[in-house]
């Protein structure tokens, strides 16, 4: 000891004595060295100290300091505790190990061995620093990337993995056992249950500071805590957890009002419910809010207690339920002392009051408010309607019925205080994919008036089936039991005013790769006007009217137009490869109603009723084709034929081969089953070309316009079927032997022989006007740009008839448009008369054509102009939605009104049309002029009030001749819209005042007054 140096190999060792010359500390090596206060060791060192044991390469130990140094994978070992890393430096106080210290890499491993198995807790980080207190552990600390593996064991039980990190990581031990865990700074944490626990998964948990508390099996998350279970997530300024119990308690560290921090549970496709207080049971799945609130379906709800019983059922206690965003004090809610939540269900409430600005207004015995998403079945709220012709009118209650995915019906009924009566209505709807999609809906009410039996109805369907890309149905329909159930409860104005009934249903099918195609239909017309006018007697003989028409079916076969001669492969193409045919055939088989007014007595008329069924066979033929001549012409042709069947007809009646004919010498008819046809036939062609002229202007940025000139003349021709030659004329005597032709096809489904020839030859001239602009780069390096567009067309067209003795020039049209860039477009149209005319005889103030040319007299003119403007600045648009004009898809909209239009979205914008027209087609009358102006105006005052305006201007009389103005008010959950019509057929006004919220826009209060039609 007295010497500065010394060496020593041979497993040499260096012994530390306390005071009673006991051994304290002792290090044995390979070889050991001596230098001044430093002992240095090399090769299979080892140290012991008391229950301390360790392994190394290299060691130094310093007397002076009471310190030793351990390099070359270190290993220390204490019972079950195991610490190693790059460097592990010993401190001694008193003869005892005080402190240990690990700046890199460090690993401290704690061995548990349980009867079956054992387990490895293990800490790492980037330094450790163990402290301890009579060679006991007392705590470990790692600074730096610090993660902690720990294993939960109770009762000689695994219970789960445990692993956390964070920036700092302390251990406290007690009678060498784990008493606590804290970890502070970024930590996050995973808890992985043994197989046979109570829990189901994971549990993931994040923190700035986390405590655990080992023998009480609880642990601590303080600031921006979270767990994670399931699907379950709790968020929270502070979550303590009961591993025993399994218990989450989540609070707000600040526990102030407007704190960001209080607890917020989220289920996976749910928004959040938070309170201030929340305690959730992991094994159970079940909870306690206190002062909960969530959102559900744009729907908020709020409770002094809520109680999680299942996933998806909550407990509700004090609480309420609106769609107003504002949490503490909405503008409307409806109260309950208890509520059942189900999750994407419904909700069930008793009592039930509603409150408006915290006034209650109405009370219930209980409410059930639907909350699923999407389509959901439910009851349908009523709507409070007032017009004078109704009174007052309850509409809209009813059930709607979300059968599946892909049908979904509704049942509602309207009531009528003034009429005394119920309107009951249905609707049935179904979509499969793109594949088939259709709906049926009718109404039924009592009749009240007598005319049409006990009730009166109405049904309307629509369907869409495409079998497959080459196959579909197509059908829609509408039948009525009277004519004028749409008048009396129908809403929507074109629906009130529709005076005919159309169905149909019609299957097409396509043979691939062929130009063949199919069709059948069958279908149902009715003139809704015909009941009404046979009410009246008829004032002659002789009127016939149709009140309905059955098609049972129509048969169709087409063949696409294709080339007549295909061109071969590795030639090039004739004249005759132009040339392409058609041919289309149908098969009718209908059945007509009819009404005959006829004459009983010489002095009164009737009507009598009759059906006719019929069938007949139509086929068409045609072939067109096309070539060009000399390059610059184009010559097309085209050859249509037409062959028409008939199964029925009338025949002359005749006896002895004289025609019989009534007093007024009118053929006597006689309806015959059997086979008729006749076959017609036309032919046309057209000669056209393109002339080009080109025009340098040099204008500014105007540099050429060019005019594109497109004659065009045509020729068509049809004979007169009617001669002999064709045979379609029957020929008689009479008993006076005069003679009379008779046309039987007048009287069949063919119809009349054509008896006028036709030959006509068309002309027309096309003018378009084209410019060319240059316009400058954007900047000085940049290329000019090139704009090409038109500006002007200009068409004059008429024809000649060949076949007339006189009149034979047709009247000339023109017509054209000019383009205005970004102001819009000027729209003209014109007739010019070429013949003269003379005054009628005995006639005042009429004229007749005469047959005498004249320089062109315009008789009809019509210039239409529109444009508009708007404001640059956009306004702010409010975050509510406006639902005051949305229709339901399920909705028949024949009982419901429409919106008028929204704005553009701009601070303001105005729209102005203008039409002119002039009428002087007979110049021995005054001409006929009007000039209108229609206007509509939108303006935004406000991100909430916005102003709509429309009218309509008489410029000749300078009349306003009908104007209407809407206002609508964003209410932040209502919605206020309110719209005025002075004047016209539908003068007054109509008020709504409607919640926002799709799920309740049935809660609306709105008025209207009569004859108001929107």
């Not at 010394?6 to 497993?11: M, R």
């Not at 005069?738 to 039987?744: E, H, Q, R, T």
């Amino acid at each position: 000891p007295d010497q500065d140096s010394l060496l020593a190999v041979g497993n040499p060792s260096v012994v530390r004595l306390d005071s009673l010359n006991s051994p304290v500390f002792t290090i044995i090596a390979d070889s050991l060295s001596v230098e001044a206060d430093y002992f240095f060791a090399w090769g299979n060192v080892k140290i012991n100290h008391e229950d301390v044991t360790g392994v190394a390469g290299q060691a130094v130990f310093q007397r002076a300091e009471n310190y030793a140094i351990m390099r070359q994978d270190p290993v220390l070992h204490q019972g079950d505790y195991i610490l190693h890393g790059d460097v592990i430096q010993l401190n001694l106080a008193d003869d005892k190990l005080s402190s240990v210290y690990i700046p890199t890499n460090p690993v401290f491993m704690n061995n548990k061995f349980l009867p079956d198995t054992a387990f490895v807790d293990r800490l790492t980080g980037k330094q450790m620093a163990v402290d301890l207190v009579d060679n006991k552990v007392q705590s470990v600390t790692l600074i730096g990337m610090a993660t902690s593996e720990f294993h939960a064991v109770e009762d000689s039980t695994f219970k789960g993995l445990n692993v956390v990190s964070g920036d700092t990581l302390t251990i406290k031990m007690l009678d060498d056992d784990v008493d606590e865990i804290l970890v502070v700074g970024g930590c996050q944490g995973t808890y992985t249950p043994a197989k046979n626990a109570d829990l189901d998964g994971n549990i993931t948990y994040e923190a700035q500071t986390i405590r655990y508390h080992i023998p009480r099996e609880s642990t601590h998350l303080l600031t921006d805590a979270k767990v994670n279970y399931q699907k379950m997530s709790l968020g929270a300024g502070g979550i303590d957890v009961d591993w025993r119990k399994n218990l989450l308690t989540a609070r707000s560290l600040t526990d102030t009002a407007g704190a960001e921090d209080y607890p917020q549970l989220e289920q996976t496709g749910e928004k959040p419910l938070v309170g201030t207080r929340m305690v959730y049971n992991m094994q159970q799945n079940r909870g306690q809010v206190i002062a909960g609130r969530t959102e559900i379906d744009q729907g908020y709800y709020y409770g002094a207690e809520m109680q999680r019983i299942t996933p998806e059922v909550y407990h509700v206690h004090d609480g309420y339920y609106t769609t107003c965003d504002i949490p503490d004090h909405p503008h409307y809610y409806f109260y309950s002392t208890r509520m059942k939540l189900i999750t994407n269900k419904l909700v069930i409430a008793k009592p039930v009051v509603l409150y408006i600005a915290d006034v209650p207004l109405a009370i219930l015995p209980f409410a059930v408010f639907p909350q699923q998403k999407g389509r959901r079945s439910g009851f349908l709220m009523p709507a409070y309607d007032y017009k004078k012709s109704e009174g007052r009118s309850l509409k809209g209650l009813g059930y709607y019925w979300a059968i599946n995915d892909y049908m979904d019906g509704k049942l509602i009924v309207d009531f009528y205080d003034n009429r005394e009566d119920f309107l009951y209505r249905g609707r049935f709807n179904y979509k499969i994919r793109d594949v088939l999609n259709g709906s049926f809906s009718g109404s039924l009410t009592p009749d009240r008036t007598g005319n049409s039996g006990p009730y009166r109805w109405d049904i309307a369907f629509n369907h869409n089936h495409t079998v497959d890309p080459t196959m579909s149905i197509r059908g829609s329909g509408q039948l009525s039991g009277d004519a004028n159930f749409g008048r009396d409860y129908y809403q929507e104005q074109s629906a009130r005013l529709k005076k005919e009934l159309r169905s149909n249903m019609t299957l097409t099918k396509r043979f691939e790769n062929t130009p063949y195609s199919t069709n059948a239909n069958v279908g149902y017309y009715k003139n809704l006007q015909v009941g009404q006018t046979i009410l009246l007697e008829p004032t002659r003989a002789g009127t016939k009217l149709t009140e309905s028409t059955i098609t049972l079916p129509t048969f169709g076969f087409n063949r696409a137009s294709s080339n007549l001669f295909p061109v071969k492969p590795n030639r090039p193409a004739a004249w005759y490869n132009q040339l392409s045919w058609n041919y289309n055939s149908s098969f009718n088989n209908t059945i007509t109603n009819t009404y005959e007014s006829y004459a009983p007595t010489d002095s009164t008329f009737a009507w009598q009723k009759k059906s006719d069924a019929s069938k007949s066979m139509r086929h068409t033929l045609g072939l067109t084709g096309n070539t060009s001549i000399a390059g610059v012409m184009t010559l097309s042709g085209n050859v249509n034929y037409l062959d028409n069947w008939a199964f029925r007809y009338e025949r002359a009646r005749t006896n002895g081969g004289v025609v019989l004919t009534d007093t007024n010498n009118v053929v006597l008819r006689d309806s015959v089953d059997g086979f008729l046809r006749m076959g017609t036939f036309s032919v046309g062609s057209n000669l056209s070309t393109k002339i080009y002229g080109l025009m340098p202007v040099g204008l500014g940025a105007l540099k050429a316009v060019r005019h594109i000139v497109t004659p065009k003349i045509g020729v068509s021709y049809a004979p007169d079927f009617s001669t002999p030659f064709w045979g379609y004329i029957e020929h008689y005597q009479d008993s006076s032997g005069a003679k009379i032709s008779y046309d039987p096809y007048k009287f069949s489904t063919i119809g009349a022989t054509p008896t006028n020839r036709k030959f006509n030859i068309t002309w027309s001239l096309a003018n378009q006007f084209d410019y060319k602009l240059l316009r400058p780069g954007k900047t000085i390096d940049d290329d000019p740009v090139e704009v090409k567009d038109k500006f002007l067309t200009w068409n004059l067209s008429g024809s000649y008839n060949m076949s007339l003795d006189s009149l034979q020039a047709s009247d000339i049209q023109s017509g054209g448009t000019v383009t205005l860039g970004k102001l819009g477009s000027v729209t003209y149209s014109s007739i010019f008369e070429v013949y003269d005319r003379d005054s009628i005889p005995g006639v005042l103030d009429r004229s007749q054509k005469v047959n005498r040319f004249i320089i062109p007299r315009l008789t009809t003119a019509s210039i239409g102009f529109g444009f508009g403007i708007q404001s640059k600045t956009q306004v702010a648009e409010s975050d509510s939605a406006d639902t005051t004009g949305t229709d339901d898809a399920f909705l028949d909209t024949r009982f419901e009104d429409r919106s008028m239009g929204q704005s553009s979205g701009k601070l303001w914008d105005m729209r102005f049309n203008f039409n002119y027209s002039y009428i002087h087609t007979d110049p021995f009358q005054l001409a006929r002029k009007s000039f209108w102006m229609n206007t509509t105006s939108h303006v935004s005052l406000t991100e909430f009030w916005k102003i709509s305006y429309t009218a309509r201007f008489d410029l000749i009389q300078g009349q306003l001749v009908s104007h209407d103005m809407s206002i609508n008010r964003d209410l932040h959950c209502w919605a206020l819209k309110f719209t005025w019509r002075p004047s016209g057929y539908s003068a007054g006004y109509y008020l709504l005042i409607q919640v926002d919220a799709s799920q309740l826009k049935d809660l609306k209060l709105q008025h209207r007054s009569q004859p108001f039609r929107r």
